[in-house]
């Protein structure tokens, strides 16, 4: 149990992935405030855990509701060693359709400015307490790469790349890790909008297994970067892929 002991909190927890990071947290022994918007979908997720989860709403676009969350994690279990800003969406369009408020606007919100409230409110209450601790931002290979339909989403993981760099730097005198995991192409719910445009199979084929990386793979990979074992991984962007940043294709041919 490499967490044993650690107490973390972790946004956007009710979509593929944030449900296996709070699986995995847990089974790592670590107690866990699980965030996200929804408090009916909170409480779905809360009724398979006991007292090591704890369930707040949070918007992450208001740095007020992000301070309360890391708030609640030190009144319910004491302190907060571990912060996972994984709360994102998309919404694949052509650049060309763009409504500016809903395709860049509201999606750079969460996904940008979402992710810096995260590491500033995080970064705050550890160097508070003194002892340090670890920050991870969910990051994706498209954050440097280029690809069809995800023009805002691509810029925004882009931006977390950068936020993760810089934090780690200054935040390294007190003793606060900054790492980002960058995911390919996750078998969840966000990816499943690429259904309904006919490319599911094409994107299924890209991929070096012939299959999509799953989630609980995902939440190993933050699962190790929260633990001490990862101690010397500092300002990096993790690339849990599959190896795909490395073969790109057209979604589109012709």
């Given at each position: 149990m490499r967490l044993?002991?650690?107490?973390?909190?972790?946004?956007?927890v009710c979509g593929g992935i944030g449900q296996s990071i709070v699986r995995k947290l847990v089974d790592e022994g670590a107690r866990v405030v699980a965030v996200d918007l929804s408090q009916d979908s909170l409480d779905e997720l809360k009724a398979g855990y006991g007292d090591e989860v704890t369930v707040t709403t949070a918007d992450v676009t208001n740095y007020q509701d992000v301070e309360a969350m890391i708030?609640?994690?030190i009144k319910k279990y004491g302190q907060v060693d571990i912060v996972i800003n994984n709360a994102g969406i998309a919404f694949p369009k052509p650049l060309l359709d763009h409504d500016p408020d809903k395709d860049f606007n509201a999606i750079t919100a969460v996904n940008q400015k979402g992710v810096y409230h995260g590491i500033l409110a995080a970064g705050k209450a550890m160097q508070k307490q003194g002892n340090g601790g670890v920050i991870i931002n969910t990051s994706s290979v498209y954050g440097n790469m280029a690809s069809e339909l995800s023009?805002?989403?691509?810029?925004s993981k882009a931006a977390v790349d950068m936020m993760t760099k810089c934090a780690a730097l200054e935040y390294g005198p007190q003793k606060i890790r900054v790492?980002?995991?960058?995911p390919g192409r996750v078998d969840t719910p966000m990816l499943h909008q690429y259904k309904d445009l006919g490319l599911w199979e094409h994107i299924r084929?890209?991929?070096m297994r012939d299959e999509f990386t799953t989630p609980e793979e995902i939440a190993n990979v933050i699962a190790f970067l929260a633990s001490d074992e990862a101690n010397c991984i500092?300002?990096?962007?993790?690339?849990a892929s599959d190896g795909f940043e490395n073969f790109k294709y057209p979604l589109k041919s012709g």
């Open positions: 044993k002991g650690k107490v973390a909190v972790a946004t956007g708030t609640t994690a023009f805002t989403y691509n810029v790492c980002a995991v960058a084929r890209e991929q500092n300002g990096t962007t993790v690339y």
